[in-house]
């Protein structure tokens, strides 16, 4: 089974501005395969969710590989995590999330 989507785009709109988070990407993603997108933090850290689900700490990546389709992360995250993949604009200098559902 393979999922594809193409020219993806994703944006985040306030009363004075709008953040686009995803500017039309390509992913495909075949089974067993594990994906995540990964902010513009110049691909040194993500923030990943806690296992309950209640918030998100920053924790710092390593990327390796890259083109303009994907990015292999080779150290810090574990398969399976979950990492946010919202806009990260407004939490640079922030380093937990707390969410609500």
Same mark, same amino acid.
């Given at each position: 089974?393979?999922?594809?989507?193409?020219?993806? +785009?994703?944006?985040?709109?306030? &009363? &004075?501005?709008?953040?686009?988070?995803?500017?039309?990407?390509?992913?495909?993603?075949? &089974?067993?395969?594990?994906?995540?997108?990964?902010?513009? +933090?110049?691909?040194?850290?993500?923030?990943?969710?806690?296992?309950?689900?209640? @918030?998100?700490?920053?924790?710092?990546?390593?990327?390796?590989?890259?083109?303009?389709? @994907?990015?292999?992360?080779?150290?810090?995250?574990?398969?399976?995590?979950?990492?946010?993949?919202?806009? @990260?604009?407004?939490?640079?200098?922030?380093?937990?999330?707390?969410?609500?559902?």
């Amino acid at each position: 089974m393979t999922i594809r989507t193409e020219n993806l +785009t994703k944006s985040f709109r306030t &009363e &004075e501005i709008e953040t686009t988070a995803l500017g039309g990407i390509d992913i495909e993603v075949r &089974e067993r395969e594990f994906v995540s997108i990964v902010q513009n +933090t110049g691909a040194n850290w993500v923030f990943v969710v806690d296992a309950s689900g209640e @918030y998100a700490l920053r924790r710092d990546i390593r990327a390796g590989r890259r083109n303009n389709r @994907y990015l292999e992360i080779v150290s810090g995250l574990e398969t399976g995590e979950r990492v946010i993949t919202s806009s @990260y604009s407004q939490m640079t200098q922030v380093d937990r999330v707390q969410l609500t559902r």
